[in-house]
């Protein structure tokens, strides 16, 4: 459970009984910032607001929730209802507890806070005028609400026992919050990692203010549906029995064709704008899903439940969405952020051993691009990992979406840092393409790109031969393939049609150490036309 667990919400929403409550589930000690801040100041608020305004009375606040936010002894905390109007209080908050948002009807607000005559901003007013204020204020005060983790309820038709219900089941389910990505954008999402979590979605649903606001869709592809019926079957169980679209399986139907058969069955089914799609696949339903999200109706929201290891590792993260063109791979795309990603690690159990691997390269990938100590670790687990030990692959893909999620934070659109991303995918997208996307899964072709740059990277004297050595040693200590015969001329045409090509400069991310890469343009062909040797096999060269 989160260390503090905060409060928010509009005057009269029912954090300090709903607070007070949710302590005594958990045996916490209840703190409310607003009688903490009347007490310390020994003037009640209405009275700290006439006398000293409302800038001195935020500078108190801010100073007592800091001070709590450090207290090492987890408490519930109630805040003050215009608390999160000040940026140094939503750090303190992030840093140190969970955020939850209790809210009701501006109706429900306005006839709570008539009961008593004790609320500055809404002194003097009368009903009709009193709830013009809540709408006003609620509507200005939405951008900071919005920053809570999960939203809950409290209107008067729930007893507070209800509300305490849904708060601590919503608090259970965000043990296994891992993470939040926050883009440089401003979008923020969160990460859950877990066993079993498909079967207690609803509760994340209307934590997500998704459900029953919205209706869902579940996209999964044909494949997926099959080996994963009993996982999708709770999924609808937890979404209001929403539909099921099913693309057709595989790299080579990620495509226009495949993507205008979802809208047209969303059109058909007149899904609007209040819809959600559950992305229930790998990468290429989460691509197409998320890209479909994207477009229709200028956009709706979608959440990533990526059921292989590469696409919980690489493309659930990053809002990266795009299908493919016939010149080129995710030629045709958009940057479109999901309300979550939801990592059940139980649906791995019927992953075939070469997607598992597929996964795999994009780990290793992490620990060569960024965190030489997490390619140690991975070094050190060889067969824990292979085993797939539940614990072990936690901390895989949590530390590879850290990995991810501080990169993307950076350089959300890639024009700078997050490029590094693609080491191996230059090279994996070029043998992708030359075998029309049948030949190997994407995480495949990418354990040989790695092979390919590190040997550009080995030519070029920017790492040495005893570091290409140990990356390749990994690779074939997990059963990577060694070897795939490639025609240089054909490769070098492939690989002028990729995204990572920019006003004629081909792009190329290469090592310089374990952990460490940096992007160099326009290498000398010979050197890469060499380097593709690294993967041939011996009787070829």
């Avoid at 019926?229 to 057709?248: D, E, M, T, Y």
């Amino acid at each position: 459970m989160y260390k503090h667990i905060y409060f928010t919400g509009f005057m009269a929403s029912g954090k300090s009984r709903v607070g007070r409550h949710v302590a005594e589930r958990l045996k916490r000690p209840f703190i409310d910032t607003d009688f903490l801040i009347a007490e310390q100041a020994n003037k009640s608020i209405s009275e700290i607001f006439e006398q000293d305004g409302e800038a001195a009375f935020r500078k108190m606040e801010l100073e007592v929730i800091e001070k709590l936010a450090t207290d090492p002894e987890p408490k519930v905390i109630s805040l003050g209802g215009g608390a999160l109007t000040q940026a140094s209080v939503v750090k303190a908050i992030r840093q140190s507890g969970v955020l939850i948002r209790l809210w009701a009807e501006p109706e429900v607000l306005s006839e709570r806070i008539s009961r008593k005559n004790n609320r500055p901003l809404m002194a003097g007013l009368d009903n009709t005028q009193r709830l013009e204020k809540v709408k006003t204020l609620l509507v200005e005060r939405e951008v900071y609400y919005s920053k809570a983790d999960f939203s809950v309820e409290s209107s008067n038709e729930y007893p507070e026992e209800h509300v305490t219900e849904r708060v601590v089941r919503l608090l259970h389910f965000w043990e296994d919050h891992v993470l939040n990505v926050e883009t440089s954008s401003g979008d923020r999402y969160p990460i859950f990692i877990g066993n079993h979590l498909l079967s207690r979605m609803g509760i994340l649903l209307e934590g997500l203010q998704l459900m029953p606001s919205h209706d869902f869709l579940i996209c999964t592809d044909n494949a997926v549906a099959k080996a994963q019926s009993q996982a999708i079957s709770q999924l609808r169980n937890q979404s209001s029995q929403s539909l099921v679209f099913k693309f057709r399986s595989g790299e080579i139907n990620k495509n226009f064709n495949s993507l205008n058969q979802l809208y047209t069955f969303m059109l058909r089914r007149h899904f609007s704008r209040k819809t959600c799609l559950l992305q229930f696949g790998g990468g290429v339903v989460g691509d197409m899903a998320g890209f479909g999200a994207a477009t229709y109706q200028r956009g709706i929201p979608f959440i990533q439940l990526p059921t292989t290891l590469l696409s919980m590792v690489d493309s659930s993260v990053g809002g990266k969405v795009a299908v493919n063109h016939i010149e080129g791979k995710n030629m045709i795309g958009a940057f479109y952020q999901p309300k979550a990603v939801i990592c059940d690690i139980s649906v791995l159990s019927t992953l075939p051993h070469q997607e598992f691997l597929a996964g795999l390269a994009e780990i290793i990938k992490y620990g060569v691009i960024y965190d030489a100590a997490f390619f140690d670790f991975i070094e050190n687990h060889v067969e824990s990992i292979l085993n797939k030990d539940p614990e072990i692959l936690k901390q895989l893909i949590k530390r590879s979406c850290e990995i991810k999620a501080e990169v993307v934070g950076i350089d959300e659109k890639e024009t700078g840092l997050r490029a590094i991303l693609n080491y191996g995918h230059t090279f994996g997208h070029a043998i992708e393409k030359l075998t029309n996307y049948q030949k190997f899964s994407h995480g495949i072709a990418v354990s040989l790109g790695m092979r390919v740059a590190g040997r550009v990277a080995t030519l070029l004297n920017l790492w040495t031969s005893q570091d290409e050595e140990r990356q390749n040693n990994l690779l074939n200590r997990f059963g990577f393939p060694t070897s795939f015969n490639v025609s240089a001329e054909e490769a070098w045409k492939a690989m002028s049609i990729d995204k990572k090509v920019d006003k004629n400069n081909r792009n190329y991310i290469l090592p310089h150490k374990i952990g460490f890469v940096e992007k160099h343009s326009n290498i000398d062909e010979q050197i890469i036309n060499n380097a593709w040797d690294s993967i041939r096999a011996k009787e070829e060269l």
